[in-house]
């Protein structure tokens, strides 16, 4: 049965004026059922003026890697966005259920792919674990990432990663 479990805010990192990441602790009985592909997301809760808030969030760090972590990208009226951008602090407690979905990459054990990836907005979180876990565990392969996003000064842009 899955259940919400509270895991420690370790970090709460600006990475632009509208995204955060926060990293969580996972602790050692917990590891196995925290254990995720990349692209995977995570359910998050709080309790917001007394009401309980819940949203999903994509996990940006790469499988085995600790501190856990998510990306958050706060948006203008956003309850839960904004509590994590203007209250949320290290050694508060996040409500969390274990790691879902089925959207992901598995890495090949080979002599090198391209492999060719598209994301808009947000939609960058889940891409970001996938790229991580590729190039870790296929030193030879090559990703051509293209990225769009509304707010850039360049809609579109494109960028090449090797390891």
Same mark, same amino acid.
């Given at each position: ?8 805010? #370790?970090?709460?990192d600006?990475?632009?004026?509208d995204?955060?990441?926060i ?8 590891r196995? !059922?925290?254990?995720f ?8 809760? !709080?309790?917001?003026? %007394? /009401? ?11 499988? %085995?890697r ?5 990306g958050v ?12 951008? #203007?209250?949320? /602090?290290p050694?508060?407690?996040?409500a ?5 979905g ?8 080979g002599? %090198? ?5 598209f994301?808009? %907005? ?8 996938i ?10 392969t ?15 842009s494109?960028? !090449?990663c090797?390891r």
């Amino acid at each position: 049965m899955r259940r919400y479990v509270d895991l420690i805010v #370790e970090r709460v990192d600006e990475e632009t004026a509208d995204s955060r990441r926060i990293a969580l602790s996972v602790p050692e009985n917990l590891r196995d !059922t925290f254990r995720f592909v990349p692209g995977q997301h995570l359910p998050v809760q !709080t309790t917001i003026d %007394g /009401k309980p808030v819940r949203r999903t969030y994509s996990i940006c760090s790469p499988p %085995g890697r600790l501190p856990l972590e998510i990306g958050v990208r706060v948006q203008p009226d956003g309850q839960f966005s904004n509590f994590v951008a #203007e209250q949320l /602090k290290p050694g508060d407690t996040l409500a969390v259920m274990p790691p879902f979905g089925r959207f992901h990459a598995s890495p090949e054990h080979g002599d %090198g792919r391209t492999c060719l990836m598209f994301a808009a %907005g947000s939609g960058i979180t889940p891409i970001l674990s996938i790229m991580a876990a590729l190039l870790e565990s296929e030193p030879a392969t090559r990703i051509v990432l293209f990225y769009g996003d509304d707010a850039a000064a360049r809609p579109w842009s494109w960028m !090449t990663c090797t390891r």
